[in-house]
């Protein structure tokens, strides 16, 4: 899901899941997201959907949709490619991720 699309890697200490991050380069709750994985140390990818090409960026949306029944929102954080996170709550992220 999503191999077409050029996700920049974030290594990190803790995880245990694959995290796939589609975030905004102007987005202050997805610097806000990107900040609490960095600052934990938790490993993912992510892709800054603003600066893809527009079919692809079309494509990546649509299949999305079609995937997980709702639109993507930023930030969205995939979760094993089958859970979401949409937007970014702290305590919602921490919960999911374990790291409470």
């Not at 974030?10 to 975030?23: E, I, Q, R, S, T």
Request: charged letters at 30%.
């Amino acid at each position: 899901m999503f191999d077409y699309l050029d996700f920049s890697d974030v290594p990190g200490d803790k995880g245990g899941h694959d995290l796939k991050l589609f975030a905004l380069s102007t987005c202050g709750f997805c610097r806000r997201a990107i900040a609490f994985l960095n600052d934990r140390k938790v490993g993912y990818s992510f892709v800054y959907v603003d600066q893809l090409p527009i079919e692809v960026k079309k494509r990546a949306k649509e299949e999305f949709s079609a995937r997980f029944r709702t639109r993507m929102l930023y930030p969205t954080l995939l979760i094993d490619e089958k859970d979401t996170l949409i937007g970014f709550i702290e305590e919602s992220w921490k919960k999911s991720l374990g790291l409470e």
